[in-house]
């Protein structure tokens, strides 16, 4: 029994090393095809969540982002929308913003060449300040922070 324990060991240790050798070269090509299946998806922490409204206007488009309260393991009571403007040209322009689809303006952005200036229009008190902002090679991204 020994003898044969010592086979099926040495025979699975073979087949383990001939298979690394084997497909080492092709690991590149599986990383890509392991992240484009259905199932891999970046966490909206990191993505800003789903895009649920894009606008377009002469000099830029703006993409709105689904708020994002999730966390692990349950979801937090304070999170971010995330609104990305890409443009030629976004300096001197003032957008408004509804970030709940509810017919109301909550917010106003106005772009200056230093920081984008925020102005909150509502009175809702479950959007708080400017999160962070960050510019990018043809526009901004804005996280609005929020509370639920």
Request: charged share 20%; no cysteine.
């Given at each position: 029994?020994?003898?044969?324990?010592?086979?099926?060991g040495?025979?699975?240790?073979?087949?383990?090393?001939?298979?690394?050798v084997?497909?080492?070269?092709?690991?590149?090509?599986?990383?890509?095809?392991?992240?484009?299946?259905?199932?891999?998806?970046?966490?909206?922490?990191?993505?800003?969540?789903?895009?649920i409204d894009?606008?377009n206007n002469?000099?830029?488009?703006?993409?709105l982002?689904?708020p994002?309260?999730k966390?692990?393991?349950?979801?937090?009571?304070e999170?971010?929308?995330q609104?990305?403007?890409?443009g030629?040209?976004?300096?001197h322009?003032?957008?408004?913003i509804d970030?709940?689809?509810?017919?109301?303006?909550d917010?106003?952005?106005?772009?200056?060449?230093s920081?984008p200036?925020?102005?909150?229009?509502?009175?809702?008190?479950k959007?708080?300040k400017?999160?962070?902002?960050?510019?990018?090679e043809?526009?901004y991204?804005?996280?609005m922070?929020?509370?639920?």
């Open positions: 029994m020994k003898i044969i324990r010592s086979i099926l040495h025979l699975l240790g073979l087949l383990a090393v001939f298979l690394i084997i497909l080492f070269p092709g690991l590149g090509s599986f990383s890509e095809t392991l992240a484009e299946l259905p199932f891999m998806k970046i966490h909206p922490l990191y993505s800003g969540g789903t895009m894009t606008s002469d000099n830029y488009q703006r993409y982002h689904q994002v309260f966390s692990f393991p349950s979801e937090k009571k999170g971010f929308v609104i990305t403007w890409e030629d040209s976004l300096e322009i003032t957008d408004t970030y709940n689809l509810d017919g109301k303006n917010f106003s952005v106005r772009f200056s060449s920081k200036e925020i102005k909150i229009l509502s009175d809702s008190s959007i708080k400017m999160k962070t902002y960050s510019k990018i043809r526009g991204i804005i996280r922070h929020l509370i639920r």
